[in-house]
């Protein structure tokens, strides 16, 4: 695109925004990737950057199971063993329990120690920085501006209680505008689901549920978000590995969980006798 053609799609898109609200804005960018004054690419961008307004920190988080930390008193040697095997430059510091998040360990901080022989045995909560909390219902927009403020690149996040309920980075923040960043530290992604027949899938628990949709899979609730969730709550407590469940026209057999979540699940449409079966049997389905 040239500077003219830059300059056209930028007018156009400030004359029809003309002080209204956003919509306006996201149609603009609309048309003016359809008449090929915005290349595909970068109209999907500023519309990625427009939906920052309605997502949640706690949309984009890395939730608390899954967030690598160091606890107090941990030497400095460790930490950057820690730092090498999960590929982190920070790194929370907790006391006692991971809802008590007292600091954030830098990888450059631990050069200075690693260095003197003297060093390697200094507690973390000695270089440790100031953590940065944000409640989870905070606007991924607003958290990005104050990324920027701040000059910095991590936020812990909490609840309304006060607990850790995750951890987000400037990098979650721009993987919403531009696609999934990935590094040489990267644990190749592995996917929410696999199908294995027609109409059968292994599916992870922490799949979301508005994504099992194209898979003829609907599952709704107002308390929670993943399917591991979904059985959870309709069993009352986390299933183990044999329990199964005939919901919405499906069977759901969990095959890997562990005390605390569900790590896997094997989906299978029932066929018509079946619902029926259930449903003569008073089984919901």
Not at 217 to 223: H, P, R, V, W, Y
């Given at each position: 695109m040239d500077a003219d053609s830059h300059s056209s799609m930028w007018s156009r898109l400030f004359f029809r925004l003309g002080g209204r609200n956003e919509d306006h804005l996201e149609q603009a960018i609309k048309e003016a990737r359809e008449e090929g004054e915005l290349?595909?690419?970068e109209g999907s961008m500023l519309l990625s950057i427009l939906t920052?307004?309605?997502?949640?920190?706690?949309d984009i988080m890395t939730p608390r199971t899954d967030i690598d930390c160091v606890a107090s008193g941990t030497s400095v040697a460790e930490v950057a063993r820690a730092i090498t095997e999960t590929g982190h430059s920070r790194l929370p510091v907790y006391n006692g329990t991971r809802d008590n998040i007292i600091g954030i360990a830098y990888a450059k901080d631990t050069l200075e120690y690693l260095v003197r022989p003297d060093g390697h045995e200094v507690p973390v909560d000695r270089i440790m920085r100031t953590p940065f909390f944000v409640p989870e219902t905070k606007i991924s927009s607003e958290l990005l501006q104050e990324f920027r403020s701040r000059k910095n690149h991590l936020a812990i996040v909490v609840d309304e209680y006060g607990g850790t309920s995750g951890?987000?980075?400037?990098?979650?923040?721009?993987?919403?505008i531009v696609g999934d960043i990935e590094d040489e530290h990267d644990a190749p992604r592995e996917e929410d689901f696999h199908q294995l027949a027609d109409d059968e899938y292994e599916i992870s628990g922490r799949a979301c549920l508005e994504d099992l949709e194209p898979l003829g899979?609907?599952?709704?609730?107002?308390?929670v978000d993943t399917l591991g969730g979904y059985l959870s709550l309709d069993a009352g407590h986390v299933p183990q590995s044999g329990e199964e469940f005939d919901l919405a026209g499906w069977r759901f057999s969990v095959t890997d969980a562990d005390a605390k979540q569900i790590h896997k699940v094997h989906a299978r449409r029932l066929t018509p006798e079946q619902i029926r079966h259930d449903a003569e049997n008073g089984v919901s389905s």
């Open positions: 290349k595909a690419e920052l307004d309605e997502l949640q920190v706690q951890l987000v980075t400037i990098e979650d923040l721009l993987e919403v899979i609907a599952l709704e609730s107002d308390e």
